[in-house]
């Protein structure tokens, strides 16, 4: 049985060597109390300084997100008019594939050295670990994204330079409604059996919405000529306002211990 | 308790009288339905099993935030009960709608707001119960579950508005809807409240014997657990973990 750890900065992060750069950031911020943007802040430098270790998660989700995206060729013919029908689609589906194995190690990753309990007993406010998370899965998914819409524009002869910023719209926006409610579902099937499984489960049919408004959203941009979808964005906004939400009321309830 | 002896096997006959009544009305009192004739009468099982599912996902929802506020056991319970019991009359809806889609719409399915909403709800059911099954520790699994009952909840209007907005082809509502042509006949609205009604205390029944269960469930586990650690007690403690009770 080892003992309770002294201080949340040991064991705040589970790679080696790390303490001494993440204790930094994080001793810093325990002044500020339990105010909500600081701790933010200390989760999200802690989690991509974790992940920029390895880039084992991006490098993984790209490739298989790849993979989805080579697939689905497959299923249909894809000449440019096909594209532009069936490929909004298609993409976000990868988005959400890629999105829910992404998340899953969010907080499991806590679990090896039970770092959650450390994190619980840092003077942060849950909804800031909550929050920091969220907004590191943001960033992950959102460069998977990056690096996907290219190769996507390439292989299925979409062009999408025109259209870019009101692609970056769509796509941080859905990115957001895919990350908010994918991180309290990776919390909650932490302590779940069979939770590879289950975490899409639960978090699919709770995207139905982000996925239609972006599908439906990406699909206005891409059609000639392109229309401004601003309803889609709407519904999309107000989705993430929602689960945002949500989130703040809930995390309290979901890392208590 | 004395009246719980008497009031809930009454109540499970008068459940089952107002059922056939309900069966009888639909089949031998309901008005003929001009263009749709017999297969219309699927009807009214149909939107009262709806109405009841929405009533259980609501009820969920409810007891998912009552028992993060409150900490009762008899809230998660009231959730376990709520949403079986609402999976049942979600999966009831979804079979009487094909059924009667096939003859007047010339398809099963087709993609609509109503029935894709329909069909989410009831993946999210699914996905509920499967939670609660999935979770081992009895400390965690009643939050987790509030957790995504409130998700699910909130979640139902904004995919039932997001699919309206794209695509739609339901007959629009007619007992509170706003076209004043679409109206239901009085008889026919009569018919439907009643087998609302008749739902609603299947429902009521159904849900009570689900609650009863987990509670003795609930029970049981306290027992067990009292048994493990009064052995535990009777025998030398081997060690004292830090920080446990």
């Not at chain 1, 909500?36 to 998660?57: D, H, M, N, Q, Y």
Request: proline share 7%; net charge neutral; charged share 15%.
């Amino acid at each position: 049985m080892s003992p309770r750890p002294q201080s949340a900065a040991e064991s705040l992060s589970t790679a080696p060597a790390s303490s001494s750069t993440s204790s930094d950031s994080f001793t810093s911020s325990t002044s500020a109390s339990l105010s909500l943007w600081p701790g933010l802040w200390a989760i999200f430098s802690k989690e991509v300084r974790t992940e920029f270790r390895t880039r084992e998660l991006l490098v993984t989700t790209a490739v298989f997100a790849l993979t989805v995206v080579f697939l689905f060729s497959f299923s249909f013919d894809p000449t440019s008019e096909e594209s532009r029908r069936i490929g909004p689609g298609l993409l976000w589906i990868a988005f959400l594939f890629a999105g829910t194995l992404m998340l899953e190690p969010a907080f499991l990753r806590e679990q090896t050295n039970d770092t959650l309990s450390a994190l619980r007993l840092a003077p942060i406010a849950p909804s800031a670990i909550l929050l920091g998370k969220t907004l590191a899965n943001f960033l992950f998914l959102a460069i998977t994204e990056a690096l996907l819409i290219p190769v996507f524009a390439v292989f299925y002869n979409v062009s999408v330079a025109a259209v870019l910023p009101g692609l970056a719209l769509v796509c941080l926006l859905g990115t957001l409604g895919i990350v908010i409610p994918g991180t309290i579902f990776s919390a909650v099937t932490a302590h779940a059996r069979m939770r590879e499984l289950l975490l899409p489960l639960l978090l699919l049919p709770v995207l139905t919405p982000i996925l239609i408004a972006a599908t439906e959203s990406t699909a206005a941009l891409l059609s000639d000529p392109p229309e401004w979808p601003a309803m889609g964005l709407k519904l999309l906004a107000g989705a993430d306002i929602i689960f945002l939400t949500a989130a703040c009321f809930l995390a309290d309830s979901l890392l208590e211990e | 308790m004395p009246t719980n002896r008497i009031f809930w096997p009454a109540a499970r006959i008068v459940a089952a009288l107002w059922m056939a009544a309900a069966g009888y009305a639909i089949f031998f009192v309901a008005p003929d339905e001009s263009t749709m004739h017999e297969i219309q009468r699927i009807f009214y099982i149909h939107v009262a099993s709806a109405w009841t599912a929405g009533v259980a996902f609501f009820a969920v929802a409810l007891s998912g935030a009552l028992y993060l506020i409150k900490r009762d056991a008899r809230y998660d319970w009231a959730g376990i009960a709520a949403s079986e019991t609402g999976f049942v009359f979600t999966t009831v809806v979804l079979i009487t709608g094909p059924i009667w889609a096939k003859p007047i719409w010339g398809i099963w399915w087709t993609w609509d707001p109503r029935l894709t909403s329909t069909f989410v709800l009831w993946l999210m059911y699914a996905a509920y119960l499967l939670l609660g099954t999935l979770v081992d520790d009895p400390q965690r699994r009643p939050i987790l579950r509030g957790i995504y009952g409130i998700f699910a909840f909130v979640n139902v209007p904004l995919v039932f508005m997001t699919i309206r907005w794209w695509r739609g082809q339901h007959p629009s509502p007619v007992i509170a809807g706003a076209d004043p042509k679409s109206g239901l006949d009085p008889a026919m609205r009569a018919i439907l409240f009643f087998t609302w009604g008749a739902t609603l205390a299947l429902f009521a029944v159904l849900m009570r014997d689900r609650y009863r269960l987990e509670a003795i469930r609930g029970a049981t586990d306290d027992l067990r657990q009292q048994f493990d650690d009064s052995s535990q007690a009777a025998q030398p403690v081997i060690a004292a973990r830090p920080g446990g009770g």
